[in-house]
Structures are given as C-alpha cells and as structure tokens.
C-alpha cells in the first residue's frame, strides 16, 4: 500500500476538528450521530466546531482531499486496504469540489478516519497520529 501524501499533522488535526463536530451532533442530535436520518450539516452553519472542520478540509489540496476523502471511505468499511488504489480512484473521480459540504454529512466521521488511517500504519502510530499518545 502507497504511503499517504497527508501529513500526520494535518490528518491529526482534521480528525480531531471531525471529532468536535461528531461530538456537537451527537449533543445535539442524537438520532444523526447514529446514524439515522436527522439534523444535517446544513443545520449547523453557524457552528464553530462545523466552520473549523470545513476550513481546515477545504485548505486541503486536490490530493490530499482525494485521500481524506478514501481514508473516511475506507474506515467505513467501503473499501478493503487492499482496495485503496480503487478508493482513491472513486475519490478522484467523485472530486473535491464539494468534500467538505459531504464528508460533514457522514455520521462518525472522526471514527472513520482514524480506521482508515490505522490500515496504514501501526498500531502506535496510529494513535500517535490522533493525538492519544501526545505528551
């Protein structure tokens, strides 16, 4: 599997900021953050924890949008990590122009990323990449 052009610390940063954002909706509601059909992104405009995911997803350049875009797909089980050259390709093909405007529609999306960098790297460093192991 081809490394990732990301760097640790923009997709660190990007699923923490995802991880607010889950959070908000999960407060907010409960039934979206499950999953099910409920308040959208839309809903959220004005929220400081939405405008700060989407800024630092739309700063992304066009390939590293493109593997955010993967990762999330492949943490949600979408795609295998032996799939990633079909992900990316999907991804790339599917575009960037709107990533930010879709992937705060995914429910869980922090969780998501994290899986789908996991496939990458080792456990450690994993968790090193989300900030669980930062001093």
């Known amino acids: 599997m081809p490394d990732l052009t990301l760097s640790s610390a923009t997709i660190r940063g990007i699923i923490a900021k995802a991880r607010a954002f889950d959070a908000r909706i999960e407060a907010a509601s409960p039934a979206r953050a499950a999953g099910s059909n409920g308040a959208g992104a839309a809903d959220y ?31 949600r089980g979408d795609f295998a990590p032996a799939q990633w050259t079909e992900a990316v390709a999907q991804a790339r093909q599917q575009g960037t ?3 930010a ?25 994993a968790a090193m990449a989300v900030g669980e192991n930062d001093d």
Not at 54 to 67: F, M, V
Not at 101 to 125: H, N, R, S
């Open 45 to 75: 405009f004005s929220d400081p924890t939405y405008q700060a995911l989407t800024a630092s997803l739309d700063r992304l350049s066009e390939d590293a949008g493109i593997e955010v875009l993967a990762l999330a797909w492949l943490g």
């Open 97 to 99: 122009r709107h990533l």
């Open 101 to 125: 405007e879709y992937l705060t529609t995914i429910p869980l999306l922090g969780d998501y990323l994290e899986a789908g960098l996991a496939a990458f790297v080792a456990p450690a460093e």
